[in-house]
């Protein structure tokens, strides 16, 4: 099992906006700056140490933003790879409450993203594979045809060949599939090897959500 999710959402630059909530008896404003982070695994949520707002309402901002990392901004798919700070923000003792803050961190999350240069990104893994030397090129057949880029071909054991290749794992399931019917051919290893920019549709029509069930 590969854990990694096959397409997520990430961000190029910095960016940082407001939002401000002041409809009646319901107050939240928060300002937020997000940042790319190097590990795709992972978001930050820091809050700077000058905010005077209640942790209860700093907690309602925490729900807001895991929500929408999960729901994603752009593409419809998890948003990961950031720092979210707020940097700063301002609350009414009768009007404002946790949801109102949950709201407003969403809400101003979702503007600074979209200036912070979002990108869609597609998992990579690193996919070994085991050939009968008369079926290796129907397996090249097969890897080619779902956007693999070959690394290696190497001897293996006699009249059996090693095929190295990195391969989105959007079309895993996919390739393990028609290899299956193959004779000869075995996988030896499948890893996770990182993320690339993709475009929103691969070439074979697959929306990036309905690609999800690559991961299985």
Request: proline share 6%.
């Amino acid at each position: 099992m590969i854990a990694a999710a096959p397409y997520i959402e990430s961000i190029t630059r910095q960016s940082e906006g407001e939002c401000r909530n002041a409809s009646p008896g319901h107050y939240a404003h928060l300002w937020v700056r997000v940042s790319p982070r190097r590990d795709y695994e992972a978001n930050e949520i820091l809050f700077d140490a000058s905010l005077q707002i209640p942790d209860v309402l700093l907690g309602g901002v925490r729900v807001g933003l895991e929500a929408a990392f999960e729901s994603g901004i752009s593409f419809g798919v998890p948003l990961k790879g950031l720092e979210a700070r707020i940097i700063d923000g301002s609350w009414h003792t009768r009007d404002s409450s946790a949801i109102d803050f949950e709201r407003a961190a969403s809400s101003a999350l979702r503007t600074v993203v979209q200036n912070a240069g979002p990108v869609l990104l597609e998992a990579l893994i690193d996919f070994e594979i085991s050939s009968a030397e008369e079926c290796a090129g129907t397996v090249i057949g097969i890897l080619n045809k779902h956007r693999a880029t070959l690394r290696n071909i190497a001897e293996d054991t006699p009249c059996h060949v090693q095929i190295s290749c990195s391969l989105p794992l959007a079309e895993r399931r996919y390739v393990r599939k028609k290899l299956a019917a193959c004779e000869g051919v075995d996988i030896i290893a499948e890893r996770f090897s990182g993320y690339r920019p993709t475009e929103p549709d691969d070439p074979d029509g697959n929306e990036p959500n309905s690609a999800a069930a690559g991961a299985a």
